[in-house]
C-alpha cells in the first residue's frame, strides 16, 4: 500500500522532513519523484533509508539530463526509472528504462524483462537453456522505437539547450511579476540542474487559475493544469493511504499552471509572454 506524504513548497517535491513520520514496520521504499525534472532532496532520503534498511525507487519519469550534486537523476538511489512517452523531453513515443544500481537486482530485474525467463543468460552461454524462474512480461522495446530513442538520445544534449533556453526566457519575463506577488515563478535549488521538462506558474487561487486558463485558450493558447494529488485519486483512496491532509499537495494543486513548451516554440515564446503578461496584469480581476 502506498503511502503519500505532503510535499515542499519549493520544489514541490517530496518533503524528506516528512518522511521518517510515515514510516512503519511495513515499509519497503521510499519513492521519490523528481517533479518537473528537479531532483528531490536525495541525500537526506537516501540516509533516512538507510537508517531504516528501505530500498529507494527515484521516479525520474520527467528527469533525464537533470542532476543532484552532479550525479544523474535516476542514478542515486538503487532503482530509477525514467519514461520516454511522447510527453517527456527524450522519447520513443512510449517506454522507458529501469535503471539499476545495486547490483544484487540486477538478475532478477533482466528475468523480469525476459517475460520471467533466464534466456539473457542463455544467449551469454551462462547456462545450458532456458526457462521460467520467476513472474515476468515483454518489456523489450521493438527495433523501430530503440532506432527512434537512440536518434533522439544522440541529440539529447541539444534539446536540453533549446528546451533551458525557452524555460528562460520565459522566467526572466515573469521575474517581475513575481516579484509583484501575482505569480510565483518555480524555484531552483542550487544543488539541482534541471532540464527544463516544464515551465509553470502559481497563481493566487483555484478561482483565478480556472480564469487565466479560459482566457488563454480565448487567445488561442492552450495553458493546463496538472495531476490531481494521487491521494485524492480514485484508486489512491482505494488502493494507498495519506500521512496526514496534505495541505501543501492540496493547496498548490489548485493554483498550478503550465505554460506550453516544446522543441519548435521559439518563434512563438514572444507572443505566448506577451499574451500571459497581459492576463495576468488583469489578474485582480479574474
Not at 496534505?246 to 499552471?257: A, H, I, K, Q, Y
Request: proline letters at 4%.
Amino acid at each position: 500500500m502506498p503511502v503519500f506524504v505532503d510535499i515542499r513548497p519549493d520544489t514541490l517535491n517530496i518533503d524528506e522532513a516528512l518522511i521518517e513520520a510515515a514510516i512503519t514496520p511495513k515499509t519497503r521504499a521510499i519513492v521519490p519523484v523528481h517533479y518537473a525534472g528537479m531532483a528531490c532532496e536525495m541525500d537526506a532520503i537516501m540516509d533516512i533509508a538507510q537508517r531504516h534498511g528501505l530500498m529507494v525507487i527515484e521516479d525520474a519519469a520527467q528527469g533525464i539530463m537533470s542532476s543532484y550534486k552532479g550525479r544523474p537523476l535516476g542514478s542515486i538511489g538503487h532503482l530509477g526509472c525514467l519514461s520516454f512517452h511522447e510527453t517527456k523531453n527524450i522519447i520513443s513515443g512510449e517506454g522507458g528504462a529501469l535503471l539499476i544500481n545495486d547490483d544484487s537486482l540486477a538478475n532478477r530485474a533482466e528475468i523480469i524483462r525476459e517475460k520471467g525467463t533466464n534466456r539473457s543468460q542463455f544467449f551469454r552461454g551462462q547456462v545450458d537453456k532456458y526457462t521460467w524462474c520467476d513472474i515476468g512480461s515483454s518489456y523489450l522495446p521493438g527495433e523501430l522505437i530503440a532506432a527512434f530513442l537512440w536518434a533522439q538520445m544522440e541529440e539529447a544534449d541539444e534539446i536540453t539547450r533549446q528546451r533551458l533556453s525557452l524555460w528562460n526566457d520565459y522566467h526572466q519575463a515573469f521575474e517581475s511579476l513575481d516579484r509583484s506577488g501575482l505569480v510565483r515563478r518555480p524555484i531552483v535549488p542550487n544543488e539541482c540542474v534541471h532540464n527544463a521538462h516544464m515551465y509553470y506558474l502559481l497563481l493566487s487561487d483555484l478561482a483565478s487559475r480556472t480564469a487565466f486558463i479560459e482566457r488563454m485558450l480565448q487567445k488561442n493558447i492552450a495553458t493546463v493544469f496538472h495531476y490531481v494529488p494521487l491521494h485524492i485519486s480514485p484508486a489512491g483512496e482505494r488502493l494507498g493511504r495519506a500521512d496526514g491532509e496534505l495541505p501543501v499537495t492540496m493547496e498548490l494543486s489548485d493554483r498550478l499552471v503550465r505554460l506550453p513548451l516544446w522543441i519548435g516554440l521559439g518563434e512563438h515564446i514572444d507572443e505566448v509572454i506577451s499574451t500571459v503578461s497581459s492576463v495576468l496584469s488583469n489578474v485582480t480581476k479574474l
